[in-house]
Antibody, heavy 118, light 111 residues
Framework: EVQLVQSGAEVKKPGESLKISCKGSGYSFTSYWIGWVRQMPGKGLEWMGIIYPGDSDTRYSPSFQGQVTISADKSISTAYLQWSSLKASDTAMYYC???????????WGQGTLVTVSS | QSALTQPASVSGSPGQSITISCTGTSSDVGGYNYVSWYQQHPGKAPKLMIYDVSKRPSGVSNRFSGSKSGNTASLTISGLQAEDEADYYCCSYAGSSTYVVFGGGTKLTVL
């Protein structure tokens, strides 16, 4: 069974850094793209970017380029989403998802709620 | 403003059919047959309902169907059931610079 298990909820202050994770299991982690999707409170889904763990090829939505960094450690089947300096507007639920681009997103993580507040 | 335009809300009675539209451009919906639809219940992760415009994943009811004409894709749900009440999002591949775009979402109410 394919599973994506995300790290737990985070509460941070503006200006702090953060790295959240998504561990894949039940499939060949290096053979599928993993992406990240943001959902701000009460709002819709926004595609942030994607990584191919096999060769670390990474693509970003123009809206998120330079705002976040996506990475992966294939040795532990884990993808990451990180911020160097959080803003209050980064408060959202973040989902990791297997697939994206021309491949449909059939598997989603459970979501990580990030709250940024002073 | 979302890249793909969906109606904010639609409603229907049990047993009826509804259609949700998703309008993009020739750079996304109209340019590729990589449109997918996701259902999201409150507090839950999205679920894939339709991919590649009209294909249904295993386990998804055949009451759900998808189509596309020009720059507009559509999701049709027939025989509405109470459990279909949810938010629905369309999604399209958008080429090698934008990559992926979502619609703003449509809230389906089953009356």
């Amino acid at each position: 069974e394919v599973q994506l298990v995300q790290s737990g909820a985070e509460v941070k202050k503006p200006g702090e850094s953060l790295k959240i994770s998504c561990k894949g299991s039940g499939y060949s982690f290096t053979s599928y793209w993993i992406g990240w999707v943001r959902q701000m409170p009460g709002k819709g889904l926004e595609w942030m970017g994607i990584i191919y763990p096999g060769d670390s090829d990474t693509r970003y939505s123009p809206s998120f380029q330079g705002q976040v960094t996506i990475s992966a450690d294939k040795s532990i089947s884990t993808a990451y989403l990180q911020w160097s300096s959080l803003k209050a507007s980064d408060t959202a639920m973040y989902y990791c998802a297997r697939g994206g681009m021309i491949e449909p997103i059939q598997h989603w993580g459970q979501g990580t709620l990030v709250t940024v507040s002073s | 403003q979302s890249a793909l335009t969906q109606p904010a809300s639609v409603s229907g009675s049990p047993g009826q059919s509804i259609t949700i539209s998703c309008t993009g451009t020739s750079s996304d919906v109209g340019g590729y047959n990589y449109v997918s639809w996701y259902q999201q219940h409150p507090g839950k992760a999205p679920k894939l309902m339709i991919y590649d415009v009209s294909k249904r994943p295993s386990g998804v009811s055949n009451r759900f169907s998808g189509s596309k004409s020009g720059n507009t894709a559509s999701l049709t749900i027939s025989g509405l059931q109470a459990e279909d009440e949810a938010d629905y999002y369309c999604c399209s591949y958008a080429g090698s610079s934008t990559y992926v775009v979502f619609g703003g979402g449509t809230k389906l109410t089953v009356l």
